[in-house]
């Protein structure tokens, strides 16, 4: 794996994003639309994946480039057991804990929508993200159009959205949140509520289970921002358990003492859209995993009722 760290002087002021990644990288203006395409080109932190949008003095862009032979991370198997839906125009799959919904910073090929991607056979059609932590359903588009019409779906709030998690603190039985975020100028990759801020979100949520301080969850973001249904229950006081970021203990107390908990415990449980093709009502559920389930257990909350 190659990481290019590329600082734009005053000579590339204004060029586009694709012919300064070709021309400062010393590779094929092609594979500079392919890894932009593919999500493995950040401009200032951020993600960027537009060809045409211009560079500015003083910005720094990395770039994440493969090397075939050696570098490369093992791939993640994505059994039929995953396959929860598909079709001519679209693919769902059940996301493994650990594995990134698209490129990152460490590798542009062991993310999901590569891994679907080679599993269809042509460019998966990524229209929303999981946590890298997170696991649960996830829909990618198999053409351009029916792409199209899911990323709609997400857009316009007709994707109903439904998600488990573990959380520990106080809640009261329900209740909804309307509170917008911010970036976290004090720790980068973080998000907080503002009262001002730009990014508007709503997350409703039920408590299923308790006990003592240790809650079973389930939340219906009515937004899809990054990091909403954590922020939001640690704004509320109940971050999720393994969640550090936001304040969620590392460890519970067992019948042999602490036990660690090895990722927050978030679960994209089920997801309602219309068919991008059809337009008939298509509901996807993905099966509790293990560490969730044990989790509700102790909380006295059986399978049938997640």
């Known amino acids: ?29 092609c594979e500079a639309r392919r890894l932009l395409d593919r999500g493995a080109v950040w401009v200032d932190g951020k993600r960027v994946k537009i060809a045409s949008r211009p560079v500015n003095k003083g910005q720094r862009v990395l770039v994440v480039i493969e090397e075939s032979g050696r570098g490369e991370p093992q791939k ?31 590798s542009d090929q062991n993310s999901l929508v590569a891994i679907v991607s080679e599993r269809i056979g042509r460019p998966a059609g990524l229209v929303h993200r999981l946590d890298l932590e997170t696991t649960g359903v996830t829909v990618f588009g198999k053409t351009r159009p029916a792409t199209s019409a899911l990323a709609a779906c997400f857009q316009e709030r007709t994707a109903h959205k439904r998600y488990l998690c573990v959380a520990w603190g106080s809640l009261p039985d329900e209740g909804r949140t309307e509170a917008a975020l911010s970036p976290d100028v004090r720790r980068w990759g973080r998000f907080r509520v503002r009262e001002n801020g730009k990014l508007t979100a709503a997350t409703g949520f039920h408590v299923l289970g308790r006990k003592g301080s240790l809650l079973l969850v389930e939340a219906f973001p009515e937004t899809g921002r990054t990091h909403q249904i954590r922020v939001h229950l640690a ?27 090895e990722r927050f415990l978030l679960h994209a449980r089920s997801l309602e859209l219309p068919h991008p093709e059809t337009h008939a009502a298509l509901r ?15 909380m006295g909350v059986e399978g049938q009722k997640l």
């Open 235 to 261: 704004h509320l006081g109940a971050p999720l358990v393994g969640d550090s970021l936001y304040g969620g203990p590392s460890s519970l107390e067992g019948p042999e003492g602490a036990v660690k908990v």
């Open 284 to 298: 996807i559920e993905a099966p509790v995993p293990k560490d969730l389930a044990d989790a509700a257990r102790a």
């Open 1 to 29: 794996m190659v990481k290019l760290d590329l600082l734009a002087v005053e000579a590339d002021e204004g060029e586009r994003l694709d012919r300064f990644v070709a021309k400062r990288g010393n590779i094929a203006r």
């Open 76 to 106: 993640v198997a994505l059994g039929d057991e995953r396959i929860l839906f598909e079709d001519a125009h679209l693919i769902a799959v059940d996301k493994p804990a650990f594995v990134p919904a698209q490129a990152t910073l460490a």
